[in-house]
């Protein structure tokens, strides 16, 4: 018998004890596959996790675009310029 061969039950039970009312699970992502999710859908209780990397919505998080040499110092120092002005201490 597995984990999830004892919860799956309970939580079911737990629905109908609570007369439907709305139930939510917090789950790790290692549980957060289809087949687990579309189940406790069809029994109408909210999952709550964390995406799965292999999960169809997941996206690959963005690089920081790389700046060609000599911009970064001058972003840098328009950021630093900028920043300055904010807190009133500019200096012409």
């Given at each position: 018998?597995?984990?999830?061969?004892?919860?799956?039950?309970?939580?079911?039970q737990?629905?109908?004890?609570?007369?439907?009312?709305p139930?939510?699970?917090?789950?790790d992502?290692?549980?957060?596959?289809?087949?687990f999710?579309n189940w406790?859908?069809?029994?109408?209780?909210?999952?709550?996790?964390?995406m799965?990397?292999?999960?169809v919505g997941?996206?690959?998080?963005?690089?920081e675009?790389?700046?060609?040499?000599g911009?970064?110092?001058?972003?840098?120092?328009?950021?630093?310029n900028?920043?300055?002005?904010?807190?009133?201490?500019w200096?012409?």
């Amino acid at each position: 018998m597995t984990f999830w061969d004892a919860v799956c039950p309970l939580i079911s039970q737990l629905t109908v004890m609570l007369e439907h009312q709305p139930l939510r699970v917090v789950a790790d992502a290692y549980f957060a596959k289809a087949p687990f999710i579309n189940w406790m859908l069809s029994i109408s209780v909210h999952v709550i996790t964390r995406m799965r990397w292999d999960a169809v919505g997941w996206d690959d998080p963005q690089p920081e675009p790389m700046l060609p040499p000599g911009k970064k110092e001058a972003w840098k120092k328009t950021h630093q310029n900028q920043e300055k002005v904010k807190n009133g201490s500019w200096q012409h």
